[in-house]
């Protein structure tokens, strides 16, 4: 299946820093979904963002999707020590049947 | 509630030794996926079912087989594991293809 580069793969801040992931794509992309997984937990569905240019907001995490719908990105802002975990993009495949997990990024909050 | 159940949580098998992994939903989803996750890795779709339509993964080695007798269960088999087969699978299900995926909490693998 397709794959996804998610950037940085890892990222460490400071409790109340921003952070942002970047999720490229090489192909226009139908529509992606964004789930988080805790350490030692399982993918929680965030959100999904169908629309060229869609901006979506769930308290401090902001999803954007691309103009050209290639690529994708999540904003934290403020982070808290609740924040932690990887935070994956999964693009909806060509086929429209199925969802791959994007490459991933791990967030590390330092209180 | 309704959700994902996974069974075991922690499964230990022998190289070589076959070994099924169990998923129930009370969802009443039409979808049912399984993933596998190794360390520090993304999830990799194995398979799956739509309703009783399977759809393999084109990389899916032949040692993996699933079944679904039915839209609240499925099973995934692995028919000779090896050391390399040792992950996370994860279970997952959704209403329509391209909906919302939920998941279980996972079956851990190990191979010994």
């Known amino acids: 299946g397709q794959q996804v580069m998610q950037i940085p793969q890892y990222q460490h801040v400071q409790e109340g820093e921003d952070f942002t992931t970047y999720c490229n794509s090489s192909t226009t992309l139908s529509n992606i979904q964004w789930y988080k997984q805790r350490p030692g937990g399982h993918p929680v569905f965030l959100i999904q963002?169908?629309?060229?240019?869609e901006v979506k907001k769930q308290k401090r995490l902001t999803f954007q999707f691309g103009e050209a719908k290639k690529n994708s990105s999540l904003h934290i802002t403020a982070t808290q020590t609740t924040d932690v975990g990887t935070y994956f993009c999964?693009?909806?495949?060509?086929?429209?049947?199925?969802?791959?997990f994007g490459t991933g990024t791990s967030l590390t909050v330092i209180p | 509630d309704a959700m994902v159940i996974q069974n075991p949580r922690y499964q230990v098998t022998q190289f070589g030794k076959p070994v099924t992994l169990s998923c129930s939903q009370t969802?009443?989803?039409?979808?049912m996926y399984w993933y596998q996750q190794k360390s520090s890795q993304a999830p990799k779709l194995l398979f799956h079912y739509y309703d009783k339509d399977f759809n393999n993964e084109a990389d899916t080695p032949d040692n993996f087989q699933s079944r679904r007798p039915n839209t609240s269960f499925c099973f995934l088999d692995i028919r000779s594991p090896g050391l390399g087969d040792a992950a996370m699978y994860l279970c997952?299900?959704?209403?329509?293809?391209?909906?919302?995926?939920?998941f279980g909490p996972g079956t851990r693998l190990t191979v010994l």
């Open positions: 969802l009443n989803h039409n979808v």
């Open positions: 999964a693009p909806l495949s060509n086929t429209g049947n199925q969802f791959y």
């Open positions: 963002l169908v629309k060229s240019g």
């Open positions: 997952a299900t959704s209403r329509q293809l391209g909906d919302t995926q939920y």
